[in-house]
């Protein structure tokens, strides 16, 4: 469907949904994260929603990139098994969480340049509802 949009619109800005990225991190995260590498993305990712100025997303940003530098090994770790000869990445939803942030960053605060964009779409689930 975004590819759909782009081709139709080249120009169009899309504002990612702060509120589901907030919700798939905390599934992935669980609610007790079992890593302090978990535990600390999950403290960041719970104030995504709080972002109303260049200068609190610019805090917020610190915060991740601080994050990423003291976990970057964490997350790049990887297992092998002997028997498939497969890797895969040990902690793969920490690592998950944080990727589907640093993917959508580009696309996660328009809204702070224009007031007519919604910072979710909470509001249009509930149209779509009624």
């Not at 589901?20 to 992935?28: E, G, K, L, M, N």
Request: aromatic fraction near 12%.
């Amino acid at each position: 469907m975004l590819k759909a949009i782009r081709e139709v619109l080249p120009g169009a800005k899309l504002q990612r949904c702060l509120v589901h990225i907030q919700r798939d991190c905390r599934i992935w995260l669980t609610n007790r994260p079992k890593s302090s590498a978990g535990y600390d993305l999950k403290q960041i990712t719970s104030k995504i929603h709080l972002i109303n100025s260049h200068y609190e997303l610019s805090l917020w940003l610190l915060n991740l990139n601080k994050w990423h530098q003291e976990y970057r090994e964490y997350i790049n770790q990887k297992s092998y098994n002997l028997e498939t000869e497969r890797y895969w990445y040990t902690h793969k939803m920490v690592r998950r969480s944080f990727m589907t942030i640093k993917r959508a960053l580009p696309n996660m605060f328009y809204y702070l340049d224009n007031p007519k964009i919604p910072k979710s779409t909470i509001l249009l689930n509930l149209f779509l509802v009624i």
